[in-house]
């Protein structure tokens, strides 16, 4: 079963807007990154966010974590049409495996 | 440094078959884990290696396995396909594999059983 469950299913917005993501988890973690998936290829890593950290930024990418609230959230600022993909959360706790969340599509219309 | 790479990239089986997918990670990475990916169930985690040793295993049946090499490079098995195993399966190596890493992952095998 999956860990995170990430809302929005889907997301569409305009070119320059932004686009915020929610990922809930359900159990105690140690980290949880969000990843980039286009088109079914390979997924890539933007952002780590420790259990211990409230808040993290990397370029246009902002990351919240609310462990009390089993939530996190991801921020794009000034979207671009090449930010159209899907968006992962994958949550780790204790053990070598990464559970992966449900995603959010994201369509950036330019 | 090169990418993880996974070969071969599509493949198409028919029930009742057996498949071996592969998986090289980026060089000086020595844990390998792999996952399946379906529309359905999403993203699902199926093994880890780390030091040719399985460390973790996700809720897959036998038919799924997996080993790890000395060089790291990692092969997984799917014996008697069933339909439900067409699925893109991605392979992401880390450097110890411990949960502070990130993963990078490969483009992935997609595979289809008819």
């Known amino acids: 079963s999956q860990q995170g469950e990430e809302d929005p299913q889907a997301l569409s917005i305009q070119e320059g807007e932004n686009a915020t993501m929610n990922c809930s988890y359900k159990t105690s973690i140690n980290n949880l990154q969000w990843y980039r998936q286009n088109s079914g290829r390979g997924l890539v890593h933007l952002i780590l966010i420790r259990s211990n950290e409230r808040e993290k930024h990397s370029g246009r990418l902002r990351v919240t974590l609310d462990t009390s609230k089993k939530s996190s959230s991801l921020l794009i600022t000034a979207s671009r049409a090449a930010d159209t993909a899907s968006y992962f959360c994958a949550t780790t706790s204790g053990t070598y495996k990464y559970i992966f969340g449900t995603g959010t599509r994201l369509k950036v219309l330019a | 440094k090169a990418g993880v790479t996974q070969t071969p990239r599509y493949l198409i089986k028919t029930r009742g078959q057996q498949v071996t997918l592969s998986c090289s990670p980026i060089?000086?990475?020595?844990?390998v884990s792999w996952y399946q990916q379906t529309p359905g169930q999403g993203l699902q985690f199926l093994f880890e290696?780390?030091?040719?040793?399985?460390?973790n295993k996700g809720n897959f049946p036998g038919r799924f396995s997996g080993r790890q090499f000395s060089n790291s490079r990692s092969e997984m098995n799917v014996s008697t396909l069933e339909l439900g195993d067409s699925a893109l399966y991605l392979c992401a190596s880390s450097y110890t594999g411990t949960s502070s890493y990130e993963q990078y992952f490969g483009p992935g095998t997609r595979l289809t059983v008819t």
């Open positions: 060089s000086g990475h020595r844990s």
């Open positions: 290696y780390f030091s040719e040793t399985q460390r």
